[in-house]
């Protein structure tokens, strides 16, 4: 395992990125499909980079990638809802990481009070409008101001851990 610090300048530790996604493969996330209406469209995308920032006022950030061909549409619209995905919708996750795909043709979906889709299967969902953005390197970081937000279904979350995705276990004590 490569090991070092920062040291203030550009020529700080970069760790190799294979190395840097398997480590990171070693915190479990949360699976969330972000959408928004772009000119009487509905677009999304999946992210697990999804958390929650502040409870007064109540805001929540996710990260996309400068890459991604959905997110100039869900910019636009300038509100999104972040649908949080449970354990039984991995196929859904996939549909809308899938590049070309006609993702809501093959999902049930509302109008949320803010105007951004609201996946009827999720387990919950926040709608929300843009409050910041920032640059986050190769991502873009995203804060919205929560608007609205629902728990729809009573299940364990879909997780994503070293690369896989997976179910929660509760045990009882």
């Known amino acids: 395992m490569s090991k070092g610090g920062g040291s203030g300048n550009e020529d700080f530790f ?5 190395e840097f996604r398997q480590v990171l493969g070693q915190f479990a996330t949360g699976v969330t499909i972000i959408t ?3 000119d009487g469209e509905p677009a999304g995308v999946a992210a697990n980079s999804f958390t929650s920032v502040s409870l007064d006022p109540p805001l929540v950030l996710f990260c996309v990638a400068h890459t991604s061909s959905t997110w100039p549409r869900i910019e636009r619209a300038g509100k999104f809802a972040v649908n949080i995905l449970g354990e039984h919708q991995e196929e859904v996750c996939r549909l ?4 070309g ?14 105007g951004s889709p609201v996946l009827d299967d999720c387990i919950a969902y926040l709608d929300c409008e843009f409050w910041a953005e920032y640059d986050g390197g190769d991502h873009i970081i995203v804060v919205g101001r929560v608007l609205d937000l629902g728990i729809n279904h009573d299940a364990g979350p879909l997780v994503f851990y070293q690369g896989q995705y997976g179910r929660v276990v509760v045990s009882e004590s």
């Open 14 to 18: 970069r760790p190799d990125a294979a």
């Open 36 to 38: 928004a209406i772009d």
């Open 96 to 99: 809308f990481a899938a590049k």
């Open 101 to 114: 795909a006609d993702r809501f043709a093959q999902v049930k979906w509302r109008v949320g009070v803010g």
